[in-house]
T-cell receptor, first 112, second 114 residues
Framework: RKEVEQDPGPFNVPEGATVAFNCTYS??????FFWYRQDCRKEPKLLMSVYSSGNEDGRFTAQLNRASQYISLLIRDSKLSDSATYLC?????????????FGSGTRLQVQP | GAVVSQHPSRVICKSGTSVKIECRSL??????MFWYRQFPKQSLMLMATSNEGSKATYEQGVEKDKFLINHASLTLSTLTVTSAHPEDSSFYIC??????????FGPGTRLTVL
């Protein structure tokens, strides 16, 4: 089983819609997670961190469900500029290492 | 915010040549730098973790003699792809970290081996 799994999509939604992505993780010891956004042929950019209490930043809300081992990202009032691939990221759980494990990404296409 | 640069942004080379990619943290000291590779329509895959002044830790399946990593200072790490072949064509991205888990990514280097 992959450490981090995501639905690849694509999710095609109209402007103004609310869309949610889920991501499951395999290591129950993971404490923190991240959502990154990656535009085509660009580097990933940190969107938000996700801790046990969840996180909200404007139209974006991330939540962590430890019992079911998944994290979610909710985008409200979608904009055309939200079109991108959203990467679910967990830290590598090796002692002394602070690398990241990336999910394969969920592609979002917001349409006018 | 923290800025990480990579050079070159794009390189095309002939099979058998070596290519060096530089990763620099511009406004902070990076105790750890990471090198990732991304093939088309796939996610980033960690290649190696590099700590300043010590040998890099390579992920399983990544040949350390082929992908040479040097992290000689707190602001510079280099990745050298030796004897590159077409299958090494990929998007190589570095990231840098201070003390926290937050990683700042460079803009990536697109390598094409003919």
């Amino acid at each position: 089983r992959k450490e981090v799994e995501q639905d690849p999509g694509p999710f095609n939604v109209p402007e103004g819609a609310t869309v949610a992505f889920n991501c499951t993780y395999s290591n129950s010891a993971s404490q923190s997670f991240f959502w990154y956004r990656q535009d085509c042929r660009k580097e990933p950019k940190l969107l938000m961190s996700v801790y046990s209490s969840g996180n909200e930043d404007g139209r974006f809300t991330a939540q962590l469900n430890r019992a079911s081992q998944y994290i979610s990202l909710l985008i409200r009032d979608s904009k055309l500029s939200d079109s991108a691939t959203y990467l679910c990221v967990a830290p590598v759980m090796d002692t002394g290492r602070r690398a990241l494990t990336f999910g394969s990404g969920t592609r979002l296409q917001v349409q006018p | 915010g923290a800025v990480v640069s990579q050079h070159p942004s794009r390189v095309i080379c002939k099979s058998g040549t070596s290519v060096k990619i530089e990763c620099r943290s511009l406004d902070f000291q990076a105790t750890t730098m990471f090198w990732y590779r991304q093939f088309p329509k796939q996610s980033l895959m960690l290649m190696a973790t590099s700590n300043e002044g010590s040998k890099a830790t390579y992920e399983q399946g990544v040949e350390k003699d082929k992908f040479l990593i040097n992290h000689a200072s707190l602001t510079l790490s280099t990745l050298t792809v030796t004897s590159a072949h077409p299958e090494d064509s990929s998007f190589y991205i570095c990231s840098a970290s201070e003390a926290s888990d937050t990683q700042y990514f460079g803009p990536g280097t697109r390598l094409t081996v003919l």
